[in-house]
Nanobody, 119 residues
């Protein structure tokens, strides 16, 4: 089974950019759909962006369209989330997750990385 480790979070000001990375180990990430999710204090976890195994099919939540970009480098076993024009409402713990082909839900999760955007 694949293990996921996120990095790249931090404290930034509104309008700044961050790039999150999700490094996979244990198995090649190329066999998994990958996604970024986030959870803010007192709120439910929500999907931010997902990407297919080939990288050709990508979906974004409406609240990040045009600002965030998900990508993957299967050779490096890594998935990225480029976040531009950050807003205070983007403050949350960001999680990387994997979904194996043929399964219906994301069931492999990283430990999360904190993103805090000050106004």
């Amino acid at each position: 089974q694949v293990q996921l480790v996120e990095s790249g979070g931090g404290l930034v000001q509104a309008g700044d950019s961050l790039r999150l990375s999700c490094a996979a180990s244990g198995r090649t990430v190329s066999r998994y759909y990958m996604g970024w999710f986030r959870q803010a204090p007192g709120k439910e976890r929500e999907s931010v962006a997902t990407i297919s195994t080939s990288g050709l099919n990508i979906a974004y939540a409406d609240f990040v369209k045009g600002r965030f970009t998900i990508s993957r480098d299967n050779a490096q076993n890594t998935v990225y989330l480029q976040m531009n024009r950050l807003k205070p409402e983007d403050t949350a713990v960001y999680y990387c997750a994997a979904r194996a082909l043929g399964t219906g839900s994301y069931n492999i999760w990283g430990q999360g990385t904190q993103v805090t955007v000050s106004s």
